[in-house]
């Protein structure tokens, strides 16, 4: 069976086909740098890191990028906010971004572009699409013109009025159309901005993936990557600026990720259960966040939960005692057409309940999961706030104890570790070893 994809531009399962089939080339929409990264953001990282392994199983050479954007209104705010420059919030940010993702198993892209490190060639984008008469010039901005597109709105299949309403922006008086949407606006002197044919400026968000998707991977490429969320307004406004900047298709496959919420709610600061990807890492294993993201299928919503985050460990403890020092065997078929059916990371885990210990070694190796060893996996990571050294003063303390003969306090303290997820396992020569987990 060969890879099918569920492309949201056709709303079909397709036989992904690349351009070139010695050379796959994909995109994903990367963070705004302006404030940690929460739990919503780090599912298109996972599930994107997922195809691009599975890619590479399968094709001689896959380009990855995913962009940083570190040019954006929200970013001003937040070092106005924190009264620091703006190139060390974006830097620190960003550092701490890519730790996080890291931690979640992911491999680094291939090429990471930044805005900053591409203004020649937005320039360059928006300037084509003045002298082509699909952008104009209007009080120190430059806006698309969207009418001059006649297919604009295929991606996202909203009619005229949701776009407008959808776009949440104000309908200035300057605009020729209320759907038309910036590519460049004017910088103050307080602001980050550039030489430009229209002025000292920066660019509107939109354009910024435009030109760095061109820079990096051409003029049409086989997959474009990102959230739900940014069908509308920033991936149909990718699609009418590079198609009519290039006069040629932009991606062939378009793959968008479902939301994620916290015990069946939305996200959100007002409601308490905001939670960035930094806090979880604090309270669950990188490989755990990356597990139970995937037992949900991509294009479905995940509901972040302590259950399923202690059902992802449980099931990472499990393979870790199984697997401890088995190599690799062949990837079972069943295991293959799952992946191949879109992606299907459910299914694909139902077959490794059934498979001997080598086919699932390989089966976790392909996504990315127990790459360490046994030792490491059950005194890694942090369990009820109680670090290695505090672990081992308990069971200093518990030796201490059993040696008065005070075995009441002895077994307390078995249990008090227990409560907090460490279990320990006395040996031969009043030796006490330990390691996290039940």
């Known amino acids: 069976m060969a890879l099918r994809l569920y ?18 080339r994909m995109y994903v929409c990367g963070p705004t740098v302006y404030d940690l990264a929460h739990v919503g953001n780090a599912r298109p990282v996972i599930v994107f890191d997922a195809l691009v392994r599975w890619l590479r199983r399968g094709y001689p050479r896959v380009t990855y990028v995913r962009n940083i954007t570190d040019v954006e209104d929200k970013i001003n705010a937040r070092a106005r906010e924190l009264n620091i420059p703006i190139r060390e919030l974006t830097e620190r940010t960003a550092q701490i971004y890519f730790e996080d993702v890291r931690a979640l198993g992911c491999v680094d892209p291939d090429i990471q572009p930044r805005v900053t490190d591409h203004i020649p060639q937005i320039v360059a984008m928006i300037a084509g699409l003045v002298a082509l008469g699909h952008a104009y010039v209007a009080e120190g901005h430059v806006l698309f013109d969207v009418p001059s597109m006649k297919d604009y709105g295929r991606l996202s299949r909203r009619d005229r009025d949701d776009m407008i309403a959808g776009a949440r922006v104000e309908v200035a008086p300057y605009k020729k159309d209320p759907a038309d949407f910036v590519l460049w606006k004017p910088s103050d002197d307080e602001t980050p901005g550039w030489d430009s044919p229209w002025g000292r400026g920066r660019p509107g968000w939109h354009i910024e993936c435009s030109a760095m998707a061109k820079a990096h991977l051409g003029v049409t490429f086989d997959i474009h990557g990102g959230g739900l969320d940014l069908i509308f307004p920033h991936h149909e406004n990718e699609i009418a600026q590079s198609v009519c900047a290039n006069q040629a298709p932009f991606v062939r496959t378009w793959m968008h990720n479902g939301f994620v919420t916290v015990n069946g709610e939305k996200m959100s600061k007002s409601l308490g259960n905001f939670l960035t990807i930094r806090d979880a890492l604090a309270q669950h ?14 294009r ?5 939960t ?25 990837l079972p078929d069943a295991f293959i057409e799952a992946m191949d059916d879109d992606l299907n990371t459910p299914k694909a885990f139902a077959v490794m309940q059934t498979l001997d210990a080598p086919a699932l070694r390989a089966c976790l190796d392909i996504l990315g999961f127990c790459q360490g060893d046994a030792a490491s996996w059950f005194q890694g990571g942090a369990a009820g706030g109680l670090d290695e050294a ?12 059993k040696k008065a003969r005070d075995f009441a306090l002895a077994d307390r303290i078995r249990a008090e570790l227990l409560e907090q997820g460490v279990v320990l396992e006395d040996k031969a020569g009043g030796v006490t070893e330990w390691r996290r987990g039940a």
């Open 300 to 304: 479905q919503p995940f509901d972040w």
């Open 306 to 330: 302590d259950q399923a985050m202690q059902e992802a460990r449980a099931n990472l403890d499990r393979w870790y005692r199984q697997l401890d020092g088995v190599a690799a065997g062949d």
């Open 390 to 401: 505090a672990i081992e003063a308990e069971i200093e303390r518990r030796k201490a104890a």
């Open 7 to 24: 492309n949201t531009l056709t709303r079909e399962k397709e036989t992904f086909a690349p351009i070139d089939p010695a050379h796959v």
């Open 285 to 298: 294993p990188g490989e755990a966040i990356r597990l139970a993201t995937l037992k949900s299928h991509y």
